[in-house]
């Protein structure tokens, strides 16, 4: 039988290994951004230890966790002193914003996809632009939408957020021509398929220049919003 030999506790140039996770402390150096820690499946005590690694190797800059249990959070607030917890969005941010570059308007269209659209404007944040969010303005009362017009349009880049039909960022897509990245959310009455209808309808969008990721993911989009938006304004 061969011996089993543990790493736990060991840091090479490029990986802290915490026996439960392997942190990329590199990969701020090879994108520009740290990793975030994806809470969803992780204990507490994890959660809080690979932030706190990642703020260690990252004193200057923002780290966050996503998808981060009430327990999780709770226990954050007690051993993580300074940490910004945003219970609506699930997020838990360690360490000081980095200067802003750009703004993504983060539109969604209903009260009920807020959790998404707040965990997509605190990683707008944390990968350095500024997020505006714009709230309960989904298709069913248009007017709500045009008057926000200007102000979206005047983004450098816009995440739509929307359930239930999500016609939102196919009107969007029509109203502007700013970069624009599309999250079906797993809300709706009946059979939505947890956010299936959503999806599909943001994928078969007439309008040009509607880009998709996953249900619910508002993280992803965050992450692409913020460096279209980042890359658009000058250093």
């Known amino acids: 039988m061969s011996a089993v030999v543990s790493t736990e506790g060991t840091t090479t140039a490029a990986t ?52 981060v249990g009430e327990e999780a959070r709770a226990r954050c607030r007690e051993t993580l002193p300074g940490a910004d917890i945003d219970d609506a969005g699930r997020t838990v941010t360690l360490g000081p914003l980095p200067a802003p570059r750009g703004r993504v308007a983060v539109v969604c269209a209903g009260t009920s996809d807020l959790p998404v659209a707040r965990e997509c404007a605190t990683t707008v944040a944390v990968f350095g632009a500024v997020p505006d969010l714009v709230v309960d303005v989904g298709v069913a009362g248009l ?40 999250v079906p959310t797993s809300v ?45 304004v000058a250093p």
């Open 16 to 67: 802290a290994d915490l026996g439960f996770a392997r942190l990329d402390l590199d990969r701020a150096a090879r994108t520009g951004d740290p990793e975030v820690v994806f809470g969803a499946g992780k204990t507490p005590a994890q959660i809080g230890a690979a932030l706190a690694r990642l703020h260690q190797a990252h004193p200057g800059r923002a780290v966050l966790a996503t998808r």
């Open 143 to 182: 007017h709500r939408l045009l008057a926000e017009r200007d102000r979206i349009a005047a983004a450098d880049a816009v995440v739509a957020i929307a359930g239930m039909e999500a016609a939102l960022p196919t009107v969007l897509g029509g109203l502007c021509g700013t970069p624009l990245v599309a």
């Open 188 to 232: 709706g009455y009946g059979w939505h398929l947890d956010g299936l209808t959503a999806f599909l309808t943001m994928l078969n969008s007439c309008a040009p220049g509607v880009v998709t990721v996953n249900i619910d993911n508002g993280f992803g989009a965050g992450v692409a919003a913020a460096r279209v938006a980042r890359q658009s």
